[in-house]
Structures are given as structure tokens and as C-alpha cells.
């Protein structure tokens, strides 16, 4: 009984040592400008003379604009900071140099490691509420999405239970279940950012949700 009690406590106060570094952080600034809604056009991202890192700059003297409609891709080595990037966009990574102004700050975001809540696949594309939003949008995403394959497998279909994280998932489909939660959510036609999602998929499969967003 003791010998398991102490590894389990050993564990609790490392946890507890995260969140209180967590806690102790400086409140994060977000510095990103938003334009008034009467004065919107079709700007979406502008960025001038933006630089990030401190104390060594890894990106300076960034310039971008991204119009409504675009589809912008984002490649590079390792470290060359196109996760910085993403992060400016949303607000995590004040620059240290230059202004970001967005059309909204509201962003549908895919990250590279996705997280999945606990539920079914359906809770997890539209939430875990009782309104489940459009339906035929929802089916047009899922098959936009090229998981329509991997419902039709399924005994469930979306109402299969994921498991903690999306554990009942491959890569590739925990990466598609959380596009869809992007490509469903309100705002999503305002700002949508996806980080590796065609590096966890096949290239027919990428190439078609590129196609398809």
C-alpha cells in the first residue's frame, strides 16, 4: 500500500510545481490590432516590420498581408519560426518589433499535436452541447474532410467514443476530426490556421482538404 501511495504522491507535487509555474507567468499582453467593423475590407492578416524572439531576433522584418480568400502556406526548415508565426497570429507571442492587425481576433486554429476531448467523434467535431448546428454542413465538412472512409468502417459511425486524447484514433484521423471542429466552428470563415495538418496526411488526402478549404 505504501509503495504505491508515494510514487503517486511524488507525481502529485510535480504537478503541482507545473501549475504553480503556470500561475506565476506575467500576464500575457495581446497586442494584435483589430479592424473596426465598419471600416472592414478584405484584409484579413497585415503584418509590418513584425520580429520575434528575444533576446536573439529568429524572425525580423516581417511583411505580410493575407486577403479574404487566400490560401497562404507557410515552409521552411526546422527552427526557421513558422510556428512563431502561427502563434503571433493568435495572440500567444507578443512581437518584440513592428504591429499585427487582424480583420478579427476570433481564429479557428488546427494544431500539429491535436487535442481531442473525451466523447464521440460528433461531440468532438460540434461539441458537447445539444445543438449540433447545420447538418448539411456538417456532412459537407466530413466529406471536404475525407472522413466519410473512416465513419463508414466504424460499427458507431461519429458516434464512436475517441477515448482520452482521441486514443481509438490514428494520427491522421484525430488531425482530420480536429479540422472538422475548425471548419465547424463560427468564425471559422473569418480565420482559419493549421499547423502540419498535410504532414499527417497522405498527399491525395492533403491535397484534397487543401482543395476543399
Not at 472538422?180 to 492533403?206: K, P
Amino acid at each position: 500500500m505504501v509503495m504505491t501511495i508515494v510514487p503517486r504522491a511524488v507525481a502529485a507535487f510535480a504537478g503541482f510545481e507545473r501549475i504553480q509555474a503556470y500561475l506565476l507567468k506575467p500576464r500575457l499582453l495581446d497586442e494584435r490590432r483589430t479592424q473596426p467593423v465598419a471600416r472592414r475590407t478584405s484584409l484579413v492578416i497585415k503584418m509590418q516590420g513584425v520580429a520575434f524572439g528575444e533576446p536573439r531576433s529568429i524572425l525580423t522584418g516581417v511583411n505580410l498581408r493575407v486577403d479574404h480568400g487566400s490560401l497562404v502556406i507557410v515552409s521552411g526548415p526546422i527552427g526557421s519560426g513558422k510556428s512563431m508565426l502561427l502563434q503571433a497570429i493568435l495572440g500567444e507571442l507578443p512581437p518584440t518589433q513592428g504591429s499585427i492587425q487582424l480583420a478579427s481576433r476570433r481564429v479557428a486554429y488546427c494544431a500539429q499535436k491535436p487535442w481531442l476531448p473525451s466523447g464521440s467523434i460528433k461531440q468532438a467535431i460540434c461539441g458537447m452541447g445539444d445543438d449540433q448546428g447545420d447538418i448539411r454542413w456538417y456532412r459537407h465538412v466530413v466529406e471536404a474532410c475525407c472522413l466519410e472512409h473512416d465513419l463508414e468502417l466504424l460499427s458507431d459511425s461519429d458516434e464512436t467514443q475517441i477515448g482520452s486524447g482521441g486514443l481509438n484514433l490514428s494520427g491522421g484521423q484525430r488531425q482530420r476530426v480536429v479540422s472538422l471542429a475548425a471548419l465547424l466552428s463560427n468564425w471559422s470563415r473569418e480565420l482559419r490556421t493549421a499547423q502540419g495538418l498535410i504532414i499527417l496526411t497522405s498527399l491525395g488526402t492533403g491535397a484534397r482538404i487543401i482543395r476543399e478549404m
